[in-house]
């Protein structure tokens, strides 16, 4: 009886510790997880307060100001004329430009990696995607200053921009075609085949719709990933003074202006605003994929 | 082979000498010779990996897709060889089931009834469409249960809806042949009855060949049965006389439940 009754106490004493440690571990994750996502809240933090007084209706539709008019509102202790039209349109382009090349190429090469799974030149395909996802942004402009603005349009020229922003997005894209495909179950491949369709219908015509959010989700990663790369647009497209849509001309982007804001000590205030718009956009593509994502897991 | 019955009488589909191998060494399916009698269920026994499934398959040219699998022997859809057919006209003339529910998912209800239509580029007049639609769900009982629905996508279903889904967009074909893969092994009772029930009122307009893991099943429903076992056809005959009175010792051990 005695023993029983120590027994049990040991047995208490037992459980007693595993709940300390479970609450110490509980707490050491919560803190770290704060920790985590605490520098994202202070960066959108100190982006509005320092950012918020330049935006206004003529920061999204007049074009970065010179120096000297910057000068001028600073002394009169003014905001900053003008705004950032020519980053806006120039980024617009590009990425559009970017995604023209890299999506139908990203989407064509995942639907080959899912059907050749297991092949040996799949294989190297695949090994190559992961080598291009590690290589430095700026080779990737290195590349496409040689290629494009020496080989093409003979000078610096939102194309060149496209190309290596293009041939940044291929590897996430391809790879979350090939995952997004691999999800989706085989029966529903044979149905199409037991009513006679031809394979390359299922592949459009039932496949790629059944995986559609998912395709567009890389899409939008793959797009916000691009959006704010400075350092392959600085050796390609440049910047430019205004508003170009000639694809073969230099062109500006957000990231280039904020760059040039920075080097600028009469403008540094645009640059916590410019920084802004960048972080929103990136966010609103960012929100927009979870949502897709969310929605389909229901 | 079964002395029961040594050929059908003009058989809707007859095979011969059909083996199918996944790798050069082993055969799934090993010379099947067998008449199907039109308008009736012929149900396909057999334990786990005996190769009714394949056999099944084989029959509208499933395993085309993996070059590994090879398949040997002729199959005749009403005395015409099958090789001569075009995937597309062998698979509007033989509808297959599966195994689980599988409807479109991004498809309603009406294009998935449709679906090998749509698919193939098949154009028909819309008073056509509506008509095989109706027809082909009126056929699997689903008519009054969804046509108020036909728009809502074919997964808000309930699984024995789903099923009976396919069976329609099976049947939109007018097949000549309805293969089913253990069309009811992932339904509740319920559901499963519907089914069956539904199979015994099809097999006047159409000739039904079904793989089935469940012998009572079989034993409710089929006209025919065979008995597959380690890829070879081991008895076939009148399911009356097939359980009753099985003539090979495998097949008597089966039914008994001596192995499954």
Do not use: W
């Given at each position: 009886m005695i023993s029983l009754i120590i027994k049990t106490k040991k047995y208490l004493k037992g459980i007693n510790t595993r709940i300390l440690k479970n609450q110490i571990f509980a707490g050491v994750v919560f803190v770290f997880s704060f920790i985590t996502i605490s520098p994202i809240v202070l960066i959108i933090y100190k982006l509005i307060s320092k950012g918020y007084k330049q935006i206004n209706l003529a920061f999204f539709t007049e074009i970065a100001p010179d120096t000297y008019e910057a000068m001028i509102a600073l002394g009169n202790n003014k905001i900053i004329p003008g705004g950032i039209l020519n980053g806006i349109t120039g980024t617009l382009l590009m990425v559009a430009l970017a995604s023209i090349i890299a999506i139908p190429i990203g989407l064509l090469i995942g639907i080959f990696l899912y059907e050749n799974n297991k092949k040996k030149y799949a294989n190297i395909v695949r090994d190559i995607t992961d080598i291009i996802q590690g290589v430095p942004s700026i080779v990737l402009g290195l590349i496409a200053y040689f290629w494009v603005v020496k080989g093409i349009t003979h000078g610096f020229s939102a194309l060149a921009g496209s190309f290596a922003l293009g041939v940044m997005m291929l590897p996430l894209i391809i790879r979350s075609t090939e995952e997004t495909l691999k999800m989706i179950p085989e029966t529903i491949k044979e149905a199409g085949l037991a009513l006679g369709v031809p394979y390359h219908k299922i592949i459009l015509r039932v496949l790629i719709p059944t995986g559609f959010s998912g395709l567009l989700t890389g899409i939008l990663l793959a797009i916000s990933r691009i959006i704010g790369e400075t350092a392959?647009?600085?050796?390609?497209?440049?910047?430019?003074?205004?508003?170009?849509?000639?694809?073969?001309?230099?062109?500006?982007?957000?990231p280039l202006l904020i760059w040039e804001f920075y080097n600028d000590p009469n403008m540094v205030d645009l640059i916590w605003s410019s920084s802004l718009i960048l972080m929103i956009f990136v966010l609103i593509l960012n929100l927009i994929s979870k949502h897709i994502i969310a929605k389909k897991n229901n | 082979?079964?002395?029961?019955?040594?050929?059908?009488?003009?058989?809707?589909?007859?095979?011969?000498?059909?083996?199918?191998?996944?790798?050069?060494?082993?055969?799934?399916?090993?010379?099947?010779?067998?008449?199907?009698?039109?308008?009736?269920?012929?149900?396909?026994?057999g334990p786990s990996g005996c190769g009714k499934s394949t056999l099944l398959r084989a029959i509208n040219r499933m395993h085309a897709l993996y070059p590994t699998i090879e398949?040997?022997?002729?199959?005749?859809?009403?005395?015409?060889?099958?090789?001569?057919?075009?995937?597309?006209?062998?698979?509007?003339?033989?509808?297959?089931?599966?195994?689980r529910p599988n409807p479109f998912p991004t498809m309603s209800i009406y294009d998935n009834v449709i679906a090998g239509y749509k698919l193939n580029g098949i154009r028909i007049k819309k008073s056509e469409r509506d008509e095989i639609v109706e027809k082909s769900l009126q056929d699997v009982t689903l008519w009054d249960e969804?046509?108020?629905?036909?728009?809502?996508?074919?997964?808000?279903?309930?699984?024995?809806?789903?099923?009976?889904?396919?069976?329609?967009?099976?049947?939109?074909?007018?097949?000549?042949?309805?293969?089913?893969?253990?069309?009811?092994?992932?339904?509740?009772?319920?559901?499963?009855?519907?089914?069956?029930?539904?199979?015994?009122?099809?097999?006047?307009?159409?000739?039904?060949?079904?793989?089935?893991?469940?012998?009572?099943?079989?034993?409710?429903?089929?006209?025919?049965?065979?008995?597959?076992?380690?890829?070879?056809?081991?008895?076939?005959?009148?399911?009356?006389?097939?359980?009753?009175?099985?003539v090979n010792k495998k097949t008597e051990e089966y039914l008994t439940g001596k192995f499954s």
């Open positions: 392959p647009l600085m050796l390609t497209a440049l910047g430019s003074m205004g508003v170009n849509y000639n694809i073969e001309k230099p062109t500006s982007a957000v | 082979m079964s002395e029961l019955i040594k050929y059908i009488e003009d058989p809707i589909l007859d095979i011969k000498n059909l083996s199918v191998s996944y790798n050069r060494d082993k055969y799934a399916v090993e010379n099947v010779n067998v008449g199907i009698k039109k308008n009736r269920i012929t149900a396909i026994m398949t040997k022997g002729q199959i005749s859809l009403n005395g015409q060889d099958t090789s001569t057919m075009s995937d597309i006209i062998l698979r509007r003339k033989i509808g297959m089931v599966f195994q969804v046509k108020d629905s036909l728009t809502k996508k074919g997964s808000f279903l309930s699984g024995g809806q789903q099923q009976r889904l396919c069976i329609a967009r099976a049947l939109a074909f007018r097949p000549d042949i309805v293969l089913l893969d253990e069309p009811t092994s992932a339904l509740d009772p319920i559901a499963t009855k519907k089914i069956e029930e539904l199979l015994i009122e099809l097999k006047e307009k159409y000739t039904i060949i079904m793989v089935t893991h469940n012998m009572a099943q079989a034993s409710r429903i089929s006209d025919y049965s065979m008995f597959m076992y380690i890829g070879k056809l081991i008895e076939y005959g009148k399911t009356k006389n097939l359980f009753i009175n099985p």
